[in-house]
Structure formats: structure tokens, C-alpha cells
């Protein structure tokens, strides 16, 4: 009887032994010091109950209310971080009741389905913010509930970074305009790493696309969202159990944990180009000089012309997408303040069908002076030819200098232009160099120095006053820029020795971020690619097949089922940056075809 007793009774001792001591400690407690407060709270919540059970079935359709209790009070600190599958026109509402989060819906829910509710990044704990990790519960409407599994990341097309809270959606009708017609019929958000994990969905074949959702309704708009689509159908494989390890929810910060997880499929979400056809902006930039841009690039302009001067004095240059334009008046005459423009474009109609119109706008001057006493306050660099120059030490010897105009140049004599090298000693020579406008800038000028660049020189290059007259009539004024090799020490190169190249490539490197491109080369054949003059620190290696050979990276298409140019990151030690030390030569031989994963009859 003793020993059931003590058994029973005994646990409870020490409890009643701090309670005691808490209330005789209150009782004598000095009155003029403040409460220490005790040791802050650095533990997340945890869920002690979930009601209805996960796994639940039969669980009614109207009325339905999912209800988390926490062991201690808690808040919602991202009501988008509630997340039902499959999604209904209105999210879902919380309220919190006690140490509850209470969860219902303002839709009745379909009959026969399984659902899911995932709480990842929704809730911290009331006092110190600790952020629960997640929990996701399931439910049936029906007698029984799926459970299959699928888990997978997305990233950014451009950096391959992964892409936190996008919508991965699946869908059984395998029509790709599903995603742009109707709500999926399961769906989840990524987490911080990317990651996502769908759970409790049928065995059954699926479309699976990620839409990074502006507005949050769960469609794919393709002028407001980014999106990713998986090439085939797939069909899960795996089945949901308890030990399953991408079923698990980790803190965020525990990053091996978080990487440990295996993708089964990979989604590289882009921004497709803009489906609508219009005049997104139009502006008078000087005198003679305006510009135009458009909702979606390629535009097709059948004529455009300004109101009281003929076409051939009409100067225009599109950018490459062309879907900007740069106009010109190339007139000597007077150029009245208001300009109308006539713009004869495919445009989409209400219908969404391209259609021709005839547009006209009205461009007005708004920096010319008006009247005696604002002719008086026009400043010098109002009445000269703007001329920049720019040379990149570190890239100077492969990209040379760049010498643009803000306008085009109407009278030009390149013979008066000079390029000198100064070495050591200080002794200057005057060298060649070559002059090459740039094929998609009528106001770009690439001077290329016909000599070898040295460590040590100085390279002054220089357009004398009244060389060049653009077509508003003003004469530029001299101007120079002066370039050298970058020098120390302390600098490294690295050289990447490329082959098996079958087809063309840009391929740069980065800084860290991968904010900054240090150096480009576009290839399409074996070669060894340098990039010199290297400090100490972090670099990427960013390749993407140029697929159309135009030197940029393009983007994909849902409808025609077109990815976006493939990129990848050369990675060492499963990272994609990698170390540069200082004074160091590093090479390194890299197989393209092996690595950008191309098949030999592709």
C-alpha cells in the first residue's frame, strides 16, 4: 500500500514544494527591489491538440472549423503563412481563442476531397515572437483520405536562388491554360530554402507548375506573375508516413537540416513577356528627341511619323527587346514646343486580338524656356553635345572605350580624335585604335586601342572641343578618360578552359551576390576564357546557353511550352561560389556539354 502510494503521490511533491516556497517567498519579499523577470522564453510553441484529428474522414462540408491548441498563448504573425489544399476563391480566416488558433472558411468545402491546412511561417508564440515551425494537418470530406507525397524546390530562372513563399500548384487537367483558368486541386507554399513538400494528394497523374501569385488567388497572370512549369506529367511515388523525412517541419536557421531534404522535382520559376499590346509611356525628350514604350516587346509598327515633317528626316533606334524606342528629329529648322506623334501599331483589343490603330500623342517641350526672361537662365550644358566616355580598368583591354552620345551625332570628324599611352617614365606615344558603332545603339561608339595593353601605362583617350555636332545644333566640348590596367601584387587571375562546345554561351563571372558581372564572354567554340585581375574574396560562374544566338538571356513561354535559356552555377563543394586567394593563378577544364547536362545528338 506504501509503495502505491509514494508511486502514485511522490511526482507531485516537488511541485508542491515550488508552489510553497513561491508563496512564502512572496510573503517576504523586499518591497523596493523590481521582479528579475527570470530567464527569457527561447522555445517555439508546440501543438498539443488538433481537432478534427489528423487523418480525420467523413469531416462535414458546411461549417467546417480546424482548431490548433498550443501549450501556451500564441498570435499570428503571417495570416498568409494559413494555407488550405486545395485553395478556395477566399483564404482562409483565423481567430484566436485562448491558447487556440481557430481556423474556418467562408466556402462551404467540396464533398470527396482530402484537404490539407499547413501553418509553415504562420505562428510565434505571444511573449518573445520564437516562430513555430510549422505543422500541417489533413482531413477528408469523404470515406477515405489520400496519401501520396511529392516533394520538390523552385528557383529564380536568373541565379538559381531559391524562391521563398511561390504557389507550387498540380493539376489533373493537363491543359496548360488550367493554370490561368481555374484554382488547382492541391497546392502549397515554398518555404525560406524553396522547399516545399504536397502532401496527402491522389495517386494520379498531374501538371505541376510554381506562380510567384501577386495578388494571392491562386490563377497564373501572366502580366503580374512569374511563373514555373514541369516539362511531363508526373505521378507520386512516395506514400506519407510519420518517419518520412520531407514530411518533417525544421527550424528555417538549421540549414542542414534544411538541405538534407531531397527534391523530387525542380521548378525555375521566370517572367513571361507581357501578353498585352499597347503604349505603356511616351515623353519629349529635348528639342528634337522623344521616346515611346510598349507593354510587350517586338512590336509590330506598320508607320509612324510626326506631324509636319516628312519620314526621312525621322531618326529611330529600338532597343533589343524592341520594345522601347528612341525618336529623333533630324530638321535644322525651327521645332515647334508641342510635337504630335502618329504611331500606326498592332494593338490588343478588349477581345485580346492584335489589331492595327493609328494612335496620335501629343509630346509637349517642358524644359524649353518661354519668354525673355527664362531665355536668360539656360546654362551652358544646355547648349553643348553631351559626349560620355567610359573605360572599365579591369575590362578595358577586352571591351575598350565607350563613347556615347545622348543624341545623335549630325556632323563628326573622328580624324581629330587621340589615343596615347604614357608609360613609367612618363614618355607619351600616340597609338592606333579602331572605331566601331555599336549595332544596336545608333549612339554608341566601341574605340578598341590597336596595341598591347601594359601593366604599368596609362592610356589617355580624348575628343577635342567642336569634334562632333549633334542634330540639335550643338558642338560638344573637350573631353578625355584616362585608363590603366589594374596593379598589385596582391591580384589573382583565373582561367576556365572550356571544350566540347557545340552551340553558343554567355558565360560571366559574378561577385558574391551575384549582383555585379566582373567579366562576359560569349562563345560558341573551345577556348580558354581569363577573367584577370582578381582581389581576394568570393566569385560565380554563371553559364547560360544562349539558345537563339541574340547575347541575352530569354525568357520562357507557358502556352508554347518553351523553358527559359538554361542557366547553371559551377559549383565546388556543393556551393556555387568559390574561393579566390590572393596572388594565385587558378584554372580550371570544364566539359560544357557534360555539364549544362546536353545529350551528344542534341
Not at 103 to 127: C, K, Q, R, S
Not at 517 to 544: E, H, N, V, W
Amino acid at each position: 500500500m506504501m509503495k502505491r502510494f509514494l508511486s502514485r503521490y511522490f511526482p507531485l511533491l516537488p511541485v508542491g514544494i515550488v508552489l510553497l516556497s513561491t508563496l512564502f517567498s512572496h510573503s517576504c519579499a523586499n518591497t523596493t527591489q523590481a521582479p528579475t523577470g527570470g530567464l527569457k522564453d527561447t522555445l517555439a510553441p508546440v501543438i498539443v491538440k488538433v481537432s478534427p484529428k489528423p487523418g480525420s474522414t467523413k469531416v462535414p462540408t458546411h461549417g467546417t472549423q480546424v482548431v490548433f491548441t498550443f501549450n501556451e498563448y500564441v498570435t499570428v504573425k503571417d495570416p498568409k503563412g494559413i494555407f488550405l489544399s486545395p485553395p478556395q476563391t477566399k483564404a482562409p480566416k483565423y481567430k484566436i481563442k485562448g491558447k487556440s488558433l481557430v481556423v474556418y472558411f467562408e466556402e462551404d468545402l467540396l464533398p470527396d476531397i482530402t484537404y490539407t491546412v499547413d501553418l509553415t511561417g504562420a505562428v510565434a508564440d505571444n511573449n518573445e515572437g520564437n516562430l513555430f515551425p510549422g505543422f500541417t494537418t489533413w482531413f477528408s470530406t469523404g470515406d477515405t483520405a489520400d496519401s501520396m507525397y511529392v516533394s520538390g524546390s523552385v528557383y529564380d530562372c536568373n541565379n538559381l536562388m531559391p524562391v521563398k513563399g511561390a504557389t507550387v500548384m498540380l493539376y489533373k487537367d493537363h491543359a496548360d491554360s488550367a493554370v490561368m483558368l481555374r484554382r488547382p486541386v492541391a497546392a502549397v507554399k515554398t518555404d525560406n530554402w524553396g522547399f516545399f513538400t504536397l502532401r496527402n494528394i491522389k495517386d494520379t497523374l498531374y501538371r505541376a507548375y510554381a506562380v510567384v501569385d501577386a495578388n494571392g488567388n491562386n490563377i497564373y497572370d501572366p502580366d503580374e506573375d512569374r511563373i514555373a512549369f514541369l516539362d511531363s506529367l508526373f505521378r507520386p511515388v512516395n506514400v506519407v508516413s510519420e518517419d518520412a523525412y520531407e514530411l518533417k517541419k525544421f527550424d528555417m536557421k538549421d540549414t542542414t537540416a534544411c538541405l538534407s531534404r531531397k527534391s523530387e522535382i525542380d521548378l525555375v520559376v521566370f517572367k513571361e513577356k507581357p501578353s498585352k499590346q499597347m503604349v505603356m509611356n511616351k515623353k519629349r525628350t529635348s528639342d528634337r528627341g522623344a521616346y515611346i514604350t510598349f507593354m510587350a516587346p517586338e512590336v509590330r509598327i506598320d508607320s509612324l511619323w510626326f506631324k509636319g515633317f516628312p519620314s526621312e528626316k525621322i531618326i529611330s533606334e529600338f532597343n533589343i527587346q524592341q520594345d522601347s524606342l528612341l525618336l529623333w528629329i533630324n530638321d535644322s529648322g525651327e521645332i515647334p514646343d508641342t510635337l504630335h506623334l502618329f504611331v500606326n501599331y498592332w494593338k490588343t483589343d478588349t477581345l485580346g486580338v492584335l489589331n492595327p490603330v493609328t494612335e496620335d500623342f501629343k509630346l509637349i517641350d517642358e524644359n524649353k524656356p518661354k519668354g525673355r526672361t527664362q531665355r536668360k537662365k539656360v546654362e551652358h550644358q544646355d547648349t553643348v553635345c553631351p559626349i560620355t566616355l567610359k573605360a572599365e580598368p579591369e575590362t578595358f583591354e577586352q571591351n575598350g572605350i565607350i563613347m556615347e552620345f545622348v543624341d545623335p551625332p549630325f556632323l563628326g570628324d573622328f580624324d581629330t580624335l587621340s589615343f596615347k599611352s604614357v608609360n613609367p617614365k612618363q614618355i607619351e606615344q600616340e597609338e592606333r585604335f579602331s572605331i566601331e558603332r555599336d549595332s544596336l545603339n545608333i549612339r554608341r561608339y566601341i574605340i578598341k586601342p590597336e596595341v598591347q595593353i601594359m601593366q604599368g601605362y596609362d592610356y589617355i583617350f580624348k575628343v577635342p572641343q567642336r569634334s562632333f555636332r549633334d542634330i540639335n545644333g550643338h558642338w560638344n566640348d573637350s573631353t578625355q578618360v584616362k585608363v590603366s590596367l589594374p596593379k598589385g601584387e596582391e591580384l589573382s587571375s583565373f582561367t576556365l578552359n572550356v571544350t566540347d562546345v557545340d552551340r553558343k554561351f554567355i558565360v560571366e563571372m559574378l561577385d558574391e551576390k551575384k549582383s555585379k558581372t566582373i567579366r562576359q564572354y560569349i562563345i560558341d567554340s573551345d577556348q580558354a576564357l581569363l577573367f584577370p585581375y582578381l582581389k581576394k574574396g568570393k566569385y560565380c560562374i554563371r553559364i547560360t546557353e544562349d539558345a537563339n544566338r541574340n547575347g541575352i538571356v530569354d525568357t520562357g513561354n507557358l502556352l508554347k511550352h518553351r523553358q527559359p535559356e538554361k542557366v547553371k552555377f559551377l559549383r565546388t563543394n556543393d556551393s556555387d561560389t568559390f574561393d579566390i586567394p590572393e596572388r594565385s593563378e587558378i584554372s580550371q577544364d570544364l566539359n560544357m556539354t557534360e555539364f549544362m547536362g546536353f545529350k551528344k545528338e542534341d
